[in-house]
């Protein structure tokens, strides 16, 4: 569904209860360093141990890493298969496995779980996944949007869960398996310029809804990492030349396909930014 990332400026972060995948405040330090930055940093420096080099690479998620207008996840420009090959060439992966379906919701990701195979050898497992359940809440109101979110975050939880049992399950990974989950990036650069007129309050709802995706792989410790996707992108979006922007610097290349696809420019970047976690993982960590 073309509405994935526009819908994900109309987040409301509901009040939450504790759940299994509460960070921030309520949850220990974390020592593994495990949200990346842009590919080469970290929020937290600190290094982790390495995981076990991976000898396939599993995607799931929905149009951004099924490449859906962009050409497949077979073609060269497709950032599931710009990262696939970077992990075959740098840490050995002799496989790449892509289910991810264009228009795919949270409910969608179980099926996409039951058709990974069983296979020998340690898995890389990548998730993108979230925007289409969220873009009914387009056209409403936020008011109509956070009372939509209260349901949809729960979704979340339990669908990260669901990840999280399949990657423990030895059967289908009978060697283990590592998430690399992703945040969102902001199509319109986290600007209120016209045409989209996306008021600041839509943007700090975009990043509470990264913050829980964060939150939920930071609890993970050394079984997931979570890329940040939103940072890098800041001023390649749709508002790339506009100079009232926050993030604007002249030069910048544009990102943007359509209203919410990455173009090829765009999947190269998105595939920096996982390459970076894929070495956090795989080399730059503790032997």
Known sequence: MRAHHLALLFLAACGSDKDPFAGGADAPPREDGGVIGDGSTTVDAAPRMCAAKPSRVVVL??????????????????????????????HGATAYQNHAVGGAKLSGIAAQLNAIQPAPGPALVILYIGGNDLSPFIFQSDQQAMQGYQMIEPMLVSVYAAVFAKLKNTTTFPDGAVLLTNTQYSPFDDCTASPYNLSATKT?????????????????????????????????????NVTMCPHYAAGQTPWMQDTIHANVAGNVGLAAVMNGGVDRLYRDCIQ
């Open 61 to 90: 998620g929905d149009s951004i890493t099924a490449c859906s207008v962009i050409g497949g996840p077979n073609t060269a420009d497709c950032v599931s298969k710009k990262v696939a090959d970077y992990v075959m060439a740098q």
């Open 204 to 240: 700090g709802l975009l990043h509470k809804f990264n913050n829980k995706v964060k939150s939920i792989a930071d609890a993970q410790g050394a079984d997931a990492i979570v890329v940040d996707q939103h940072p890098a992108y800041l001023g390649h979006g749709h508002h790339y």
